[in-house]
């Protein structure tokens, strides 16, 4: 299917547990996106990625590692994960150019006990 | 530091009444872009309005326009008409240069918008 997905859509998971979620899209678009959402903060830049093997850090990235060997794929790992990493985390891409907008993924509920 | 600013936490607006939605944005670079998303209580993230720094026209969308000042730097969304389903959260976002030399889209924090019938 095109388009851009997140595995798993809701996990659980305790505290000091290692947990990757996943992102695939299909557009070949060079940029992809990882945000948290949490209320009162709106959407909060992790890490972001220009290309494959290209990633940088955003607004949060501490406790958070990403790698992106292939265009397509842009997971994110919490190494150890705590309870202020509840949260739901957004995935997006978009195009090179200066005009395109984000596509996002459907979100994945992480919770963390 | 803040660099996409929404004052507005949330905002009511009656039915077929304009509203408008404020976003004030920080950045250096000289060529950056302005975004607004519509999340809507089903989660998932619509794109509405894009402003290029160098656009020299508001951009509009059908009942959406983006008021863009640039020296006030702001860029606030304009609802034309509102509509029941135009109930939701509203995100403005910019797309800026990064430490690393790349474009990085930062979002504020939302304004929830009811339209009351």
Redesign the interface.
């Known amino acids: 299917d095109a388009g851009i997905t997140q595995s798993p859509r809701y996990k659980i998971t305790e505290t000091g547990r290692q947990v990757t979620l996943m992102c695939h899209q299909t557009w070949s678009h060079s940029y992809m996106f990882w945000y948290r959402q949490d209320l009162g903060h709106g959407l909060r830049l992790i890490y972001y990625s220009a290309a494959a093997d290209i990633t940088d850090k955003g607004e949060v990235p501490d406790g958070y590692v990403v790698s992106r060997s292939k265009t397509e794929n842009f997971p994110l790992t919490l190494e150890s994960a705590t309870r202020s990493q509840t949260s739901v985390y957004f995935c997006a891409s978009r195009a090179t150019g200066l005009g395109h907008e984000q596509y996002f993924g459907p979100g994945t509920r992480l919770t963390v006990t | 530091a803040q660099k996409i600013t929404?004052t507005q936490p949330g905002m009511f607006v009656q039915e077929k009444e304009a509203v408008t939605l404020d976003c004030t944005y920080d950045t250096s670079d000289q060529?950056y872009?302005l975004?607004w998303y519509k999340q809507p209580s089903s989660?998932?993230?619509i794109?509405l309005i894009?402003q290029?720094s160098y656009d020299e026209q508001n951009a509009t969308e059908g009942r959406y326009s983006l008021n863009f000042q640039k020296a006030r730097k702001s860029a606030n969304l304009v609802i034309s008409a509102s509509q029941l389903g135009d109930s939701a959260m509203y995100?403005c976002?910019m797309?800026e240069i990064?430490?690393?030399g790349?474009?990085?889209?930062?979002?504020?924090?939302?304004t929830k918008l009811q339209v009351i019938p």
């Open positions: 929404q060529s872009g975004f989660g998932e993230m794109f894009y290029g995100f976002a797309r990064g430490s690393g790349y474009q990085k889209v930062t979002f504020g924090t939302g």
